[in-house]
T-cell receptor
Framework: DTEVTQTPKHLVMGMTNKKSLKCEQHMGHRAMYWYKQKAKKPPELMFVYSYEKLSINESVPSRFSPECPNSSLLNLHLHALQPEDSALYLC????????????????FGAGSRLTVL | TQLLEQSPQFLSIQEGENLTVYCNSSSVFSSLQWYRQEPGEGPVLLVTVVTGGEVKKLKRLTFQFGDARKDSSLHITAAQPGDTGLYLCAGRRVNTGNQFYFGTGTSLTVIP
């Protein structure tokens, strides 16, 4: 299995809603990532989990709350979002920090398109 | 300030033309990757380069890693409409853990 699966594909929510984005990989990767991407721009790093522990938080507002229940799953809990949070949210995984350089690459999911009304 | 700068930012060419995209930095990278992303989808890995001066070919695409491992280029020969997409370079630096640094992106449109 060489895929990263993200659900849902599309999500529309109001500013008072609580929702979650989900991500799953079964490649045995030990690092998992959340990125936010606007149209025709590069992905912006939000969070990195390494061995199920949060290792990087790029000063993301607390209305975004990540969770890594186990090495295969990554969630992003959303609450009280703003319209400017509308974007494509990408999950990715990579083997582990010490993997050989040629193998240490990101595998992305197809993304979750979030619209905040 | 972006660690990796790509040029050009936007490129619109006719089918059959050749093009080169550049990815430049003042920092040294242990590896550089190139990804292509189509609208509404996630980036897909095209290639990774790890050795200074390395050249890799993928059909009509040629990738080069600079000798000093600070820059890379992507050359497409005889572009086709299927090459349309957002091209992203990304790199890992030595001893920075799981951090991948993305380039500023190049949006390519190939007109039939």
């Amino acid at each position: 299995d060489t895929e990263v699966t993200q659900t849902p594909k599309h999500l529309v929510m109001g500013m008072t809603n609580k929702k979650s984005l989900k991500c799953e990989q079964h490649m045995g990767h030990r690092a998992m990532y959340w990125y936010k991407q606007k149209a025709k721009k590069p992905p912006e790093l939000m969070f990195v989990y390494s061995y199920e522990k949060l290792s990087i938080n790029e000063s993301v507002p607390s209305r975004f709350s990540p969770e890594c229940p186990n090495s295969s799953l990554l969630n992003l809990h959303l609450h009280a979002l703003q319209p400017e949070d509308s974007a494509l949210y990408l999950c990715a995984s990579s083997p582990w920090e010490g993997a050989p350089s040629g193998a240490n690459v990101l595998t992305f999911g197809a993304g979750s398109r979030l619209t905040v009304l | 300030t972006q660690l990796l700068e790509q040029s050009p930012q936007f490129l619109s060419i006719q089918e059959g033309e050749n093009l080169t995209v550049y990815c430049n930095s003042s920092s040294v990278f242990s590896s550089l990757q190139w990804y292509r992303q189509e609208p509404g989808e996630g980036p897909v890995l095209l290639v990774t380069v790890v050795t200074g001066g390395e050249v890799k070919k993928l059909k009509r695409l040629t990738f080069q890693f600079g000798d000093a491992r600070k820059d890379s280029s992507l050359h497409i020969t005889a572009a086709q409409p299927g090459d349309t997409g957002l091209y992203l370079c990304a790199g890992r630096r030595v001893n920075t853990g799981n951090q991948f640094y993305f380039g500023t992106g190049t949006s390519l449109t190939v007109i039939p």
